[in-house]
């Protein structure tokens, strides 16, 4: 939810639909609720609506359809302009919003985009607005534990930060995945094991985060493992997905060799890809493919 032009259908268009930003100029005004059924991970479907932001449909929403816009919800995505004129109408709605849940899903989660970041004025942009969204989320003094606000723009790769995030607290065995992965990583003197959705390139999953040094020495030290890692290999994966589409070729697997690490990623079942990223040079990327293959089973 958000108001109209705030940029959901483009984010929508860009993780689930796979289409580049350049694109999304072109999309019209959402009409009442766009539904998208996403098969994730198996039997896990992602079922995501879409409300347009007109204040007709927004008015609508809070009235007529109150009972079926906010019941069974897992989690409320509400997306905010940074630099909308209209602050207190969208706040207003906002609260508006919460209130429906609190009746009718009160153990959502809440995310708030604070989005189109590229277009800040200024760096202090992003803290201001989350101390404010933060403040309206009370409700007698009570913040709802479960709100969480990313700044975010289809431009970069914050917005596969945010959406992981998302999809991540609704995947039900996030938690046994990541013993499985880490476990998997171990087998294959790994730094790190990462788990991507098929389509969308967002992160299900990562091994535990290594908590010593690579084992070689010379090998890149530990400090130097960025903290935007996954959502950049997101965005930059879905991009060479792009590009692989437009000369009419399938992106199928990438192998790296080089003198600090090597990476394979690779299709580890039919919904999912893996990439596993090792620093010592001894270990070669077909054994990796072999392990991979080998661990197919067990992810299925
Ligand atoms: P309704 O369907 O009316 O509810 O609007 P919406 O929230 O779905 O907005 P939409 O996705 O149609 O986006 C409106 C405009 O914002 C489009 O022209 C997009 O190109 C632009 N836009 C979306 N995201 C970003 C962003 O991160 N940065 C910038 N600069 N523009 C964006």
Not at 18 to 40: C, K, M, Y
Not at 68 to 78: A, D, M
Request: net charge negative.
């Amino acid at each position: 939810m958000g108001a109209s032009g705030s940029g959901k259908t483009s984010m929508r268009s860009l993780i689930f639909s796979n289409n580049p930003a350049s694109l999304t100029a072109r999309l019209g005004a959402t009409i009442d609720v766009e539904q998208n059924h996403v098969r994730f991970l198996g039997d896990l479907i992602l079922n995501l609506w879409d409300c347009g932001g007109q204040d007709a449909f927004m008015d609508s929403y809070l009235t007529t359809q109150r009972s079926t816009i906010f019941q069974h919800v897992g989690v409320l995505i509400y997306v905010f302009d940074v630099e909308t004129s209209e602050m207190p109408k969208d706040l207003e709605y906002y609260r508006d919003c919460l209130d429906g849940l609190r009746q009718f899903s009160p153990e959502a989660a809440v995310f708030l985009l604070v989005h189109k970041m590229d277009l800040a004025r200024d760096k202090g942009a992003f803290d201001r607005k989350k101390k404010e969204l933060l403040e309206h989320s009370e409700k007698q003094g009570q913040v709802l534990t479960s709100v969480t606000v990313f700044g975010t723009s289809i431009y970069d790769e914050s917005l596969y930060r945010a959406w992981s995030s998302i999809v991540h607290t609704l995947i039900p065995n996030a938690a046994v995945l990541s013993k499985h992965l880490t476990i998997f990583a171990e087998a294959c003197s790994a730094t790190e094991v990462i788990l991507f959705e098929r389509t969308t390139f967002l992160v299900i999953a990562t091994s535990s985060p290594p908590t010593s040094p690579p084992p070689e020495a010379g090998a890149a030290p530990f400090q130097e493992l960025e903290a935007t890692r996954y959502e950049r290999t997101s965005e930059l994966i879905k991009a060479f997905k792009h590009s692989c589409s437009r000369v009419r070729e399938e992106f199928h697997s990438l192998e790296m060799e080089l003198p600090e690490f090597s990476a394979v990623l690779d299709e580890m079942t039919k919904n999912t890809y893996v990439l596993i990223i090792v620093h010592d040079p001894t270990i070669e990327t077909a054994a990796l493919k072999l392990n991979i293959r080998m661990a197919r089973r067990k992810f299925e």
